[in-house]
């Protein structure tokens, strides 16, 4: 049974770091793409990394330089290391794995994706 289970979330204060895992259960992670969405309250998701398994990464353009996505194959979990946080990073933040048929020009869509977790969520306020 395919299952993702995302943990790190928290409360943490402008300008400090947190680092989200997604756990993979039932397949082997670096078989698929992952990426990693969030979700605020009364906003759209919103794609914010992907990680290929090439290994090649994606960013949205809100979080490049201060997120960075990685794998570790031997614990078969993908992870978001978030530093430099700011009040709007605040969300439910989802891991997903790439759908047959997922491409790179979409990779900021959910609707090529899966399989997803139950998010965990992560809070930037002072």
């Known amino acids: 049974q395919v299952q993702l289970v995302e943990s790190g979330g928290g409360l943490v204060q402008p300008g400090g770091s947190l680092r989200l895992s997604c756990a993979a259960s039932?397949?082997?992670?670096?078989?698929?793409?992952i990426g990693w969405f969030r979700q605020a309250p009364g906003k759209e998701r919103e794609g914010v990394s992907c990680?290929?398994?090439?290994?090649?990464?994606y960013y949205s353009d809100s979080v490049k330089g201060r997120f960075t996505i990685s794998r570790d194959n031997g614990k078969n979990t993908v992870y978001l290391q978030m530093n430099s946080l700011k009040a709007e990073d605040t969300a439910v933040y989802y891991c997903?794995?790439?759908?047959?048929?997922?491409?790179?020009?979409?990779?900021?869509?959910?609707?090529?994706?899966?399989?997803w977790g139950q998010g965990t969520q992560v809070t930037v306020s002072s």
């Open positions: 039932g397949f082997k992670l670096d078989s698929h793409v």
């Open positions: 997903a794995t790439g759908a047959p048929g997922w491409y790179s020009s979409r990779w900021r869509d959910g609707h090529v994706y899966d399989y």
């Open positions: 990680i290929r398994r090439s290994g090649t990464t």
